[in-house]
């Protein structure tokens, strides 16, 4: 098999991603800090490039999600413009990659490669391009397309827009008559010092990876597990194999929360008070409203789920693509079941969905280093996006006490490899 020519790099590098909008930053806290003043980006960009993050990177939604007809606002929601952001990022920092989450359904191809392009030779080769489709039909409402394109052809799309770009970023002229777009460009910038923006891809579909593997330099992936992150290498190094590549030339970088202490109980305790934080009773009941379809105010959070069932067929589009198959009373069949075997309440229910548990690593600092080493052992993954669940002060665990334990036991680099964020990805130079 393919798998045998893989061979894992035994170093894991971190990134800190930061969300647009979601459910798992806690704003509730004293804590909390801005979402939108400059300062807090400033000191997290700044902790992360303490603590030798290859990336800050930034996801993006382009349209605030609604709930029942109305702004859903129990989440965090809102941030400044991802490239913009990173703009300034770069001017304060010197060798963080500086990674902007831009779809391919609603932009255009020239325009979104001279912007990133911009970055990246601003940043003197530090920029790369999370490469989304985006999953969601309400977004297009903001382009006048309303639900435009579906799945497969998102991706279609995403294949031919990738291979303009990178004819823009190496200089050559562009001559592209396609299904969506007729490009007559001559290019006006110089070729950037690591020879184009680093590319990330994120979504997780056969097409999706089809796209990651053919294009791409790095998956952002959902599968942080160890099991799954292993099931997830081994078909990723099939497909880079089947699209023509070396086995090691797409790196996997799975998004992944910290909840950390000096003792295992401090972390279990800390992550019982995180986890109150994140999901409270109105959005334990907002979140089951989106399959149920109706008004859930009523009922008593730390009570059971629904006994009735859903009074729609398909549960909320504004779930976006991967949910709008989901046949609601069906859904909501397996959920009473599991949560009642479980004991669960609605919002112990909830937050078994809405925290993602199997992108947690909880625990002691050392126990957390322990079992990263086995990531870095296997191969499983080649580093973390991290989602702060604080922000701005969420990093400085991981940076104080984390990473000095990884780089103790040589599964984390030192410093910095190079200027670029090729170089410290370990990527192979673009040919
Ligand atoms: C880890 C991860 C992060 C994502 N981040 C974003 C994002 O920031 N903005 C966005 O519009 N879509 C984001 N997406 C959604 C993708 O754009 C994609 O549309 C979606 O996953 C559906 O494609 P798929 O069926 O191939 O997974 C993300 C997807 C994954 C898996």
């Given at each position: 098999m393919s798998t045998t020519d893989f061979t894992p790099s035994g170093v894991l590098q971190f990134g800190c991603f930061f969300q647009g909008v979601n459910a798992g930053t806690v704003w509730k806290s004293p804590e909390s800090g801005s979402q939108i003043d400059f300062e807090s980006f400033r000191q997290m960009v700044t902790t992360a490039e303490r603590g030798k993050f290859a990336a800050f990177f930034l996801g993006e939604g382009l349209r605030m999600r609604e709930h029942r007809g109305r702004i859903y606002d129990l989440d965090v929601s809102g941030r400044p413009d991802a490239q913009t952001l990173l703009a300034a990022a770069a001017?304060?920092?010197?060798?963080?990659?500086?990674?902007?989450?831009?779809n391919t359904t609603y932009n255009d191809p020239v325009d979104l490669a001279r912007r990133l392009h911009s970055l990246d030779l601003l940043s003197e080769g530090r920029a790369a391009w999370n490469i989304v489709t985006t999953d969601n039909a309400w977004t297009g409402a903001n382009f006048r397309r309303g639900g435009y394109l579906d799945h497969a052809d998102r991706y279609k799309h995403a294949e031919a827009f990738v291979r303009v770009a990178k004819d823009i970023w190496a200089g050559r002229a562009v001559d592209h008559v396609g299904d969506h777009y007729r490009i007559d460009f001559t290019p006006a910038l110089p070729v950037s010092p690591q020879g184009r923006p680093v590319l990330f891809q994120a979504g997780a579909s056969p097409q999706g990876r089809d796209v990651a593997t053919g294009q791409a330099d790095v998956i952002f992936s959902p599968f942080a597990a160890l099991e799954k992150a292993q099931e997830f290498r081994t078909d990723i190094v099939e497909r880079?194999?089947?699209?023509?590549?070396?086995?090691?030339?797409?790196k996997i970088m799975p998004v992944a929360e910290f909840i950390l202490a000096d003792t295992p109980a401090e972390a279990k305790e800390r992550e019982a008070r995180v986890r109150g934080l994140q999901v409270g009773p109105e959005q334990a009941i907002a979140y089951l409203e989106q399959y149920w379809g109706t008004d859930l105010s009523g009922l008593d959070a730390d009570g059971?789920?629904?006994?009735f069932d859903p009074v729609v067929e398909e549960s909320d589009v504004t779930r976006g693509a991967m949910f709008q198959g989901a046949k609601a009373k069906e859904l909501a069949q397996a959920w009473r079941k599991e949560a009642e075997e479980k004991g669960w309440s609605i919002r112990q229910f909830a937050t078994s969905r809405l925290t993602q548990p199997g992108n947690s690593f909880v625990g002691s600092y050392d126990e957390v280093a322990d079992r990263l080493a086995e990531y870095a052992r296997t191969g499983a993954v080649d580093g973390f996006n991290i989602s702060p669940w604080l922000v701005p002060s969420g990093l400085d665990d991981i940076v104080n006490g984390l990473v000095p334990r990884l780089q103790d036991r040589g599964i984390y680099p030192a410093d910095y490899a190079g200027p670029t964020l090729r170089e410290n990805l370990g990527l192979r130079p673009v040919g």
């Open positions: 001017a304060i920092t010197g060798n963080i990659g500086l990674v902007a989450t831009q880079t194999v089947k699209a023509g590549r070396p086995a090691n030339d797409v059971p789920l629904p006994e």
